[in-house]
């Protein structure tokens, strides 16, 4: 059974750091990409970054040289860190794998397992 769980989320001030981890069970996620999604208050699901099977990562441009996302393939986890945070940052982030071992885009269709969703508030 195929299972992503996401951790990590909190309250943070503006300019801040915070790390979220997705762990994942039931595959071989070194086969897949895995990306992480938000979706803030009254807003759609937007996806901001991916990694690939080969541990390559592409970012939304709305967190490029902010948030960083890494594999730890000996915890079947995948990292995103985040700084200098600001309050439109708020959200639940949800990690997500794709059908492939690629990050080709942020479409929802190409993403089959969604973990639960961690909350992210940023606000002083």
């Known amino acids: 059974q195929v299972q992503l769980v996401e951790s990590g989320g909190n309250l943070v001030q503006p300019g801040g750091f915070l790390k979220v981890s997705c762990v994942a069970d039931?595959?071989?996620?070194?086969?897949?990409?895995v990306a992480w999604f938000r979706q803030g208050p009254g807003k759609e699901r937007e996806g901001i970054a991916c990694?690939?099977?080969?541990?390559?990562?592409s970012y939304a441009d709305s967190v490029k040289g902010r948030f960083t996302i890494a594999r730890d393939r000996a915890q079947s986890t995948v990292h995103l860190r985040m700084k200098n945070l600001k309050p439109e940052d708020t959200a639940v982030y949800y990690c997500?794998?794709?059908?492939?071992?690629?990050?080709?885009?942020?479409?929802?269709?190409?993403?089959?397992?969604w973990g639960q969703g961690t909350q992210v508030t940023v606000s002083s």
């Open positions: 039931g595959f071989d996620s070194d086969s897949f990409a």
């Open positions: 997500a794998r794709r059908n492939s071992g690629y990050c080709t885009g942020y479409d929802l269709g190409a993403y089959a397992y």
């Open positions: 990694v690939d099977r080969y541990s390559g990562t």
